[in-house]
């Protein structure tokens, strides 16, 4: 989908072409570099991804194995008083999303009060009845959340998506983070950035932090992977390496008097917190999918005895369903009593009759989602489809109206990146990394920015070509 | 540390030597070959070293005969064959991302360097021009490796199940050589010291990389006991079958020491490492040679088999 560039927030250029205040000292730096070296350590960057082994796998892709997430290397900056305003935000998002899984586990009282249709719930196969009644240890649902956000103005930052699953991309910043202080030191003397690399430490505390009452006195922490082939793969072992944490697989767990074990080459040994990577369908074969091979017969029964964490609970796929999604607003102010300080795109839900109306109408300015549909798959992008497209996408919508949402093509800010002539503006989004635990919500100062490296396209997915940037929260 | 880490080590280990061996072996091949002038001597050269390392029933499924380029193309890189040199090499990275978080950076960053490098070196038909090249590359490659693994790693139960890996492995290959070479040593009352006879020997010597320090013992010395020997029982060559347990034996104290206790694979290697020791040359020719090798070779998958069932390898 392409967009007029000029229309966009550059976040970098005002409308008159000055450099913003974010900017300015990057800019000053930038200046003064010989163009034919930053040639030269963009193609460097590569290499180093490659070596230490960063790479993604594609599902459906058989011939590229393993490919490499583009990377970028001008940053993109984000100024200490425009974070502070987000923080806010995203402090009540997550805290709403939580009581909400909370809630829709025991009372139901948003349903009662009328708020939210019950039938969300009940076609909802996110929704575990496994869950009913059940509270985790510590209270907390979501202990690792990553908010989407997107921005259209100075001061118009808008929420796409909420993570509350299995966010992933926390090691992309990191890595992004580590490969410019290598690349390039001297920047980072020269400008306060916050550092973003304690964040596996913070990780490791928060979990621990929410372990069980029967935990050893220093929860052991293991991080449950799908396993080698798996697209995140890299991701799973990069944060068991730095939290120090055992990288598990199903596997290697088996139950034994009542607690999750894993084989050690001298025995079983209980684990207290189990960070999974690994959905909640393939989790435990004797409650959930009873061929999977991912997961650990009787799981579920050590964690409703309250032997283990999972990190994140199990059933907290319904509070960042698409479907969920549109109803945030409703949601943060009935949890908190207070007005929504981070907005939501508009969105249509299908499902309502005079909403598909007018989506049907406009299909052809529209984005259309499926509800459950993640990673930029099955979605309909009105204004960069053909009339064959358009007409066949309307047939899928008119059939099961219930499984779609449609919003706005929104004008979405431009960061530069580096090409061969220059600094070109591209759209971006940016995912802030948030930690949960019953001592309180910890976010990390930056996140994982996704930039469409084509000119003029919308489409961030790393599965669909995007890259990503360092992003920078400056300091005060 | 997770069972299925330490088997994650252990093979890790194993495939890197298994390549590195397997290219001694062409190194020896592409030697010979280039010394001899007929097709059919070349041939069977070739073909023996499909033998030795256990490839030739798949390899005469696919092919009839045994040209240099052929064997060299099917053993280093082809798709068909399982046990290829890339798929060994492609099979250690794997093992080694999947234990990523028990080993260094610098170990999975040389493998995983060693794979890319191998991969594209091997993306194409290797010709007889570039062969030496590329077994070099191999052997160096695994070098490399296993100096990251010597100067980065702790000292701790995941080196061990590496270096058991290796020594494993290493045992295994030169008791292989030697066994598809034994006819060569056996002693014969026509033996008369004939150029193809020492070609031979130099040859074995050659795929083991003790050429060189057997003249430093033996000081030109060139006779089947004095090579078996050396082969067989010497305690100061790297590659000999005794050093290679003594190797596994000292490693194995090393877990049993950090987890405090023995196990029955410690019972099994303690006999079969003294049974080694007590070994004389003239013991093996009696027993013939052959027959010497059967019986270590198994007594090796025992040691290997009682170490992973010990440690939990697989559930």
């Known amino acids: 989908m392409k967009s007029d560039e000029s229309a966009n927030y550059d976040e970098m250029l005002g409308e008159d072409g000055s450099i913003r205040p974010a900017y300015a000292g990057f800019r000053e730096w930038y200046d003064e570099q010989d163009p034919r070296w930053l040639k030269k350590q963009d193609a460097e960057a590569e290499r180093f991804f490659r070596r230490i082994g960063i790479t993604f796998n594609v599902y459906g892709d058989n011939d590229a194995e393993e490919r490499l997430i583009p990377f970028d290397m001008i940053p993109r900056i984000i100024t200490a008083r425009e974070w502070r305003k987000l923080t806010r935000g995203i402090e009540q998002r997550v805290r709403a999303l939580n009581a909400f899984l909370q809630d829709l586990y025991h009372r139901q009282e948003i349903i009662r009060a009328g708020r939210l249709p019950m039938w969300i719930m009940r076609e909802n196969a996110a929704f575990l009845p496994q869950m009913v009644g059940f509270t985790p240890p510590g209270g907390i649902y979501t202990h690792i959340v990553g908010i989407d956000l997107v921005r259209t103005g100075p001061e118009e930052f808008m929420v796409l998506e909420d993570n509350a699953r299995t966010p992933s991309g926390v090691s992309y910043m990191l890595e992004n983070r580590e490969t410019m202080m290598n690349m390039f030191p001297e920047l980072f003397t020269r400008i306060p950035v916050c550092p973003v690399s304690d964040y596996p430490r913070r990780l490791a505390r928060s979990l621990r932090e929410s372990a069980p009452d029967c935990a050893a006195e220093r929860p052991v922490v293991a991080v449950l992977t799908p396993g080698i082939y798996n697209s995140a793969y890299f991701e799973h072992a990069f944060l068991a390496d730095q939290m120090g944490a055992e990288l598990v697989e199903g596997s290697d767990l088996r139950v034994v008097n009542g607690r999750v074990c894993m084989r050690t080459t001298t025995g079983y040994q209980p684990i207290d917190v189990l960070y999974r990577r690994v959905d909640d369908e393939y989790l435990d074969p004797l409650s959930f999918t009873p061929d999977s091979v991912l997961g650990i017969a009787g799981i579920m029964d050590v964690y409703r005895s309250g032997g283990i964490t999972i990190a994140n609970a199990p059933g907290t796929g319904i509070a960042d369903d698409k479907a969920i999604y549109s109803f945030m607003p409703d949601i943060v102010e009935f949890y908190t009593g207070e007005k929504p300080l981070l907005p939501n795109v508009p969105t249509w839900r299908c499902s309502e009759p005079d909403a598909l109306a007018y989506v049907l109408d406009n299909l052809k300015d529209l984005v259309v989602k499926e509800v459950h549909g993640s990673g930029g798959y099955g979605m309909l992008i009105g204004p960069a489809s053909s009339r064959k497209e358009l007409s066949r996408f309307e047939k899928k919508l008119r059939a099961r109206p219930d499984n779609y949402i449609a919003q706005p093509t929104l004008s979405l800010s431009t960061v530069p990146i580096f090409t061969r002539a220059g600094l070109a503006p591209r759209h971006v989004d940016l995912r802030p990394f948030v930690l949960v635990s019953p001592n ?5 100062p930056g996140g994982l920015t996704r930039v469409a490296m084509r000119k003029g396209s919308l489409v961030v997915n790393s599965s669909q ?3 990503t940037k360092d992003s920078w929260v400056l300091e005060d | 540390m997770l069972g299925r880490n330490a088997n994650g080590v252990f093979w890790m280990s194993r495939y890197l030597e298994r390549a590195e ?9 592409f030697r010979l070959a280039l010394t001899r002038g007929l097709d059919a001597s070349q041939e069977e050269e070739w073909r023996s070293v499909l033998i030795t390392i256990g490839q030739d029933d798949d390899y005469s499924e696919k092919f009839d005969d045994y040209s240099g380029p052929q064997v060299f193309n099917y053993i280093l890189r082809d798709r068909e064959n399982a046990s290829s040199v890339m798929q060994m090499i492609a099979n250690a990275r794997s093992n080694a991302r999947a234990v990523r978080t028990s080993i260094t950076n610098e170990v999975w960053e040389a493998t995983n360097e060693s794979f890319m490098i191998l991969r594209d070196q091997l993306s194409r038909p290797v010709r007889e021009s570039n062969l030496g090249e590329i077994l070099t590359s191999v052997r160096r490659q695994a070098t490399l490796v296993r100096g990251a693994i010597e100067g980065s790693m702790l000292r701790n139960e995941v080196f061990n199940f590496s270096r058991i890996g290796t020594f494993i492995e290493r045992a295994d290959n030169t008791a292989r050589i030697l066994d598809v070479k034994y ?3 056996l002693p014969s009352v026509a033996w008369v010291g004939s150029d193809l006879d020492n070609a031979q020997w130099d040859t074995l010597l050659r795929s083991v990389a003790g050429d060189r320090a057997y003249r430093w013992l033996n000081a030109g010395r060139m006779d089947p006991r004095s090579i078996t020997q050396f082969l067989v029982l010497d305690g100061q060559f790297p590659r000999s079958l005794v050093f290679c347990y003594d190797k596994i034996r000292s490693n194995m104290s090393g877990l049993a020491l950090q987890y ?33 090798i059967q019986n270590f070779l198994s007594e090796t998958t025992r040691i290997g088999n009682a170490i992973a069932a010990d440690y939990r390898f697989m559930e």
Request: glycine share 16%; net charge negative; proline share 0%.
């Open chain 2, 21 to 29: 061996n397997v290219a001694r072996l062409l190194d020896v091949g």
């Open chain 2, 260 to 292: 405090g206790e023995e196990t029955e694979a410690h019972e099994i290697m303690r006999g079969a490492g003294a049974r080694l020791h007590q070994t004389t040359i003239d013991d093996i020719f009696d027993v013939g040679l052959h027959q010497f």
């Open chain 2, 183 to 185: 006819y060569v040593l």
């Open chain 1, 440 to 444: 309180g919500v910890n976010i990390t």
């Open chain 1, 465 to 467: 070509g995007g890259g």
